[in-house]
T-cell receptor, first 116, second 116 residues
Framework: AQSVSQHNHHVILSEAASLELGCNYS??????LFWYVQYPGQHLQLLLK??????LVKGIKGFEAEFIKSKFSFNLRKPSVQWSDTAEYFC??????????????FGRGTQLTVWP | DTAVSQTPKYLVTQMGNDKSIKCEQN?????MYWYKQDSKKFLKIMFS???????INETVPNRFSPKSPDKAHLNLHINSLELGDSAVYFC???????????????FGPGTRLTVL
């Protein structure tokens, strides 16, 4: 079955700590990859996305993600987190063609809590 | 200024009732979506419309019926509500179908439905 896995359900860090959130997917073929963030009480917002080209993608608010095709991974990183990064982070994947066209498949999310 | 808006934000109702959730986008996008987020925070696509035409219809009970009066609106009507329908429902939109999955989906704030 096609799936997106986020293995960390809840991550707790102190301010200035480095962050890495894991995301793995199980689809073969060409995929497009996304990280969304949901701040408390707000809607999902796009952090960054990868379609092609440089596998290291930079997004908003100092986030970046690296696509490693051989590992089917798209991990999210930030060198120094802030209290305001406290939020739920979702990895999402869609396929470039075929019957699943247009469907975004989400991981179950990782709750990040940053202590000041 | 809200790009994708949903009403209501909260909906509490009894089993067996019929309810609707409205979604509007002012981005000029051609494609709109409905997602369901369950209690474990899994986000799963339900429907997608492109220019008022149904494109994606996942395995969703017939009690759920989307309606797109124009390409800026995609409403979700639910008949005979059941306890298991309790979830957060997110509307989203993207620029163009076009056979490509590279378009970012923009999400609304969500509607929390509670069925008693």
């Amino acid at each position: 079955a096609q799936s997106v896995s986020q293995h960390n359900h809840h991550v707790i860090l102190s301010e200035a700590a480095s962050l890495e959130l894991g995301c793995n997917y199980s689809y073969g073929g060409t995929v497009n990859l996304f990280w969304y963030v949901q701040y408390p009480g707000q809607h999902l917002q796009l952090l960054l996305k990868y379609f092609s080209g440089d596998p290291l993608v930079k997004g908003i608010k100092g986030f970046e993600a690296e696509f490693i095709k051989s590992k089917f991974s798209f991990n999210l990183r930030k060198p120094s987190v802030q209290w305001s990064d406290t939020a739920e982070y979702f990895c999402a994947v869609n396929r470039d063609r075929g019957s699943t066209l247009g469907r975004l498949y989400f991981g179950r999310g990782t709750q990040l809590t940053v202590w000041p | 200024d809200t790009a994708v808006s949903q009403t209501p934000k909260y909906l509490v109702t009894q089993m067996g009732n019929d309810k609707s959730i409205k979604c509007e986008q002012n981005l000029g996008h051609d494609t709109m979506y409905w997602y369901k987020q369950d209690s474990k925070k899994f986000l799963k696509i339900m429907f997608s419309y492109n220019n008022k035409e149904l494109i994606i219809n996942e395995t969703v009970p017939n009690r759920f019926s989307p309606k797109s009066p124009d390409k800026a609106h995609l409403n979700l009507h639910i008949n005979s509500l059941e306890l298991g329908d309790s979830a957060v429902y997110f509307c989203a939109s993207s620029q163009d179908w076009g056979g490509s999955n590279t378009d970012t989906q923009y999400f609304g704030p969500g509607t929390r439905l509670t069925v008693l």
